[in-house]
C-alpha cells in the first residue's frame, strides 16, 4: 500500500512542465529590481531569444562592465554590498572618467572588469544540458549547472576573463595616471573580448534553437 502511495505522489512530466510555466509567467512578469532598472542592450537580443523558447527562461543579467568601487577600509576583500559604486559603465572607459571618481574614494577602492553572468532556468536537465554546451562552446568556460531541492534546473553563463585591481587604500591613490591608464586599455580589450562572446552565443543559441525546432 505504501508503495503505490509513493509513486502517486510523484510528479509526472505534465505536472513538472505545468509548473515550470508558472515560473516562468511569474518570473517574466516582475519589475526589474537591478540597478539599471532594465536589460543591458548587449545582451538584450540573448536574453529575448532564450525567453522566447518553452524551454528556457532568464532570471538575471548583466552584459559586462567596467567598474570603480570604494570598499571602505576592509583591504582587498571588497564586498559589492558594503561598498560605494564611484563608476560603473558597460562600454569602454576613458583614464580621466576614472581618475575623477577616484577623488570621492575614502577607502580602498578597485577597479574591476566583470563579463557577462546569466542566469537560466531551464525546464529539463536535458536543457541545461544542451544549453551548458553552447555556452562552454562560445568562451564561457565557467559556466554551471544546479539543480535546487524543488527541481528547479539552473544554469550560470560566466567566464574568467574578469579584471581586478586596487587603486587606492584610505583614499590614497597607490598608482599613477599611466599606470591607470594601461589597465584601462586591458579591462577595455577584455569587453571587445566579452562582446565578441556574446555574438558566440547568440548566434550559437539560434543554431540550437533551430536544432530542437527540426526535431520536434
Known amino acids: 500500500m505504501g508503495k503505490w502511495r509513493v509513486q502517486a505522489l510523484r510528479p509526472t512530466r505534465m505536472d513538472r512542465s505545468a509548473e515550470f510555466s508558472r515560473w516562468k509567467a511569474q518570473c517574466l512578469s516582475r519589475a526589474d529590481l537591478s540597478r539599471k532598472g532594465s536589460v543591458d542592450e548587449d545582451v538584450v537580443d540573448l536574453v529575448q531569444l532564450l525567453n522566447a523558447r518553452e524551454q528556457f527562461f532568464t532570471t538575471s543579467?548583466?552584459?559586462?562592465?567596467?567598474?570603480?568601487?570604494?570598499?571602505?577600509?576592509?583591504?582587498?576583500?571588497?564586498?559589492?554590498?558594503?561598498?560605494?559604486?564611484?563608476?560603473?559603465t558597460h562600454k569602454p572607459c576613458v583614464k580621466e572618467d576614472v581618475v575623477v571618481a577616484l577623488k570621492k574614494a575614502s577607502g580602498d577602492a578597485v577597479l574591476k572588469f566583470e563579463p557577462l553572468v546569466l542566469h537560466v532556468q531551464c525546464r529539463q536537465l536535458q536543457d541545461a544540458q544542451l544549453l551548458h554546451s553552447?555556452?562552454?562552446?562560445s568562451g564561457f568556460r565557467n559556466s554551471g549547472i544546479t539543480v535546487g531541492k524543488k527541481g528547479k534546473t539552473m544554469l550560470a553563463v560566466r567566464s574568467t576573463h574578469s579584471l581586478e585591481v586596487p587603486l587606492s587604500h584610505k583614499g590614497k591613490l597607490m598608482v599613477t595616471e599611466e599606470y591607470i591608464d594601461f589597465l584601462l586599455n586591458i579591462a577595455n580589450?577584455?569587453?571587445?573580448?566579452?562582446k565578441r562572446r556574446i555574438g558566440s552565443f547568440i548566434m550559437n543559441s539560434g543554431k540550437m534553437i533551430k536544432m530542437i525546432h527540426d526535431s520536434e
Open 134 to 137: 553552447v555556452a562552454v562552446d
Open 189 to 194: 580589450q577584455k569587453m571587445e573580448e566579452n
Open 61 to 88: 543579467s548583466c552584459a559586462g562592465r567596467i567598474l570603480l568601487l570604494d570598499g571602505g577600509m576592509n583591504g582587498f576583500e571588497v564586498q559589492k554590498q558594503n561598498c560605494c559604486w564611484l563608476l560603473v
